[in-house]
């Protein structure tokens, strides 16, 4: 892990607005960033002496911030990648929790390492993407991952978690249910292979390939192509991506709604269940491009909650609102995917 030595500062009542990718107008209590371990354990020694949530981020990309953030946030800016190449065809990757992810994707494909190429241009750190197991095009980072390395916030301690302790599911993981903010991610390891191997079967990805190309490189190319083409840029309107999960329902409960609903698209998944996809539902229910004041559902993507310098609070009133008008349609509850702070309501 490479350490930049700059100076660690404590900053107060910092707005939080450039740190989160719906530019909400939330305030930090506290705020700092750290470059190194050493910083970092300075930061929880702060927050213990003062009592103080800690919450670390990445590039914000997956948080809501309700309100203003009682406690410590961290941006967690630790960096360096480190290739342990042992083995003929496959190698462990340490990846720094502060590298930009679409970055690491972009440098091991580059040195011809093949794995990531599915989860090109997801935004954030490398340090959040255990903690929804970040997955695109059919392929989840449980997919590629070996282990991680995390201080627990209550001992200070260096711990190792490998993918069983994960508890990696659909967007989830132990870091969302009993891990819950117990641990600061530091570091991740992958396992690449040497060898090029793509997965192409995605039917999006199949058909934007058109069962030419189907190396690495350009699958690679051609997830950048869809995600630019079908998501909007954070940068010019703001956005977490998807707002809510894929439901996931049992197939007799997707066969009632078939008999109403002949049009809903389902996909099979294992143990008797089936996925719905949460864009087709909300679109169903007229909110597809629908402004409610200050923000609003992006017109071409209905999965994704648009901001238009409007607060926290409005936009999880109209989250609430789909909610509810998914819930009386189809009687499916949606769940939100990002990690909202400071809502109270
Ligand atoms: C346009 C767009 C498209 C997206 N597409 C996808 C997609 O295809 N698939 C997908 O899975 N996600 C997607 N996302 C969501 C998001 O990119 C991922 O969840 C990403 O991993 C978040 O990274 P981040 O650094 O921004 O995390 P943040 O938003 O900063 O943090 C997210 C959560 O992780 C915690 N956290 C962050 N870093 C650490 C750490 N080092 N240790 C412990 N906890 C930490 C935070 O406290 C917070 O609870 C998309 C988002 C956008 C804006």
Not at 24 to 36: E, G, I, N, Q, T
Not at 154 to 170: E, M, S
Request: hydrophobic share 40%; aromatic share 8%.
């Amino acid at each position: 892990m490479t350490v930049l030595s700059t100076e660690f500062t404590m900053q107060r009542d910092i707005c939080l607005k450039k740190h989160n990718t719906l530019a909400l107008p939330a305030r930090a209590d506290y705020f700092c960033r750290v470059d190194s371990l050493d910083h970092l354990y300075q930061a929880i020694d702060y927050a213990k002496q003062h009592q103080l949530k800690l919450i670390p981020i990445g590039e914000g990309s997956n948080l809501v911030l309700a309100d203003d953030v009682r406690g410590l946030v961290i941006d967690i800016n630790l960096k360096g990648i480190d290739i342990q190449d042992s083995r003929v065809d496959r190698v462990q990757v340490t990846v720094a929790a502060g590298e930009n992810w679409h970055h690491t994707v972009e440098s091991c494909l580059r040195q011809g390492l093949y794995g990531l190429e599915n989860l090109a241009l997801i935004p954030g750190k490398v340090g959040a993407a255990p903690i929804q197991n970040i997955g695109a095009y059919g392929v989840e980072l449980s997919d590629v991952f070996t282990s991680l390395s995390a201080i627990e916030v209550a001992t200070g301690n260096l711990v190792q978690f490998n993918a069983q302790d994960c508890q990696f599911a659909y967007r989830s993981s132990i870091f969302k249910q009993g891990g819950l903010d117990q641990y600061i991610i530091v570091g991740l390891c992958l396992e690449l292979s040497k060898i090029p191997m793509a997965h192409a079967e995605y039917p999006a990805l199949k058909a934007a390939l058109k069962g030419s190309d189907t190396s690495p490189e350009a699958v690679f190319e051609a997830v950048c192509r869809i995600r630019r083409e079908k998501l909007p840029d954070p940068a010019e309107i703001p956005n977490v991506g998807s707002f809510f999960k894929n439901p996931v329902i049992t197939v007799a409960a997707r066969d009632q709604l078939l008999a109403k609903y002949p049009s809903m698209p389902s996909y099979p998944q294992s143990g008797g269940l089936s996925k719905i996809p949460a864009a087709w539902l909300i679109e169903q229910c007229g909110y597809k491009g629908r402004r409610q004041g200050n923000v609003g559902v992006h017109d071409k993507q209905a999965l994704v909650l648009v901001n238009f310098q409007g607060d926290g609070t409005e936009l999880l009133a109209l989250a609430r609102n789909i909610q509810t008008d998914v819930k009386v349609k189809f009687g499916i509850d949606l769940v939100v995917e990002p990690r909202i702070y400071g809502d109270t309501a």
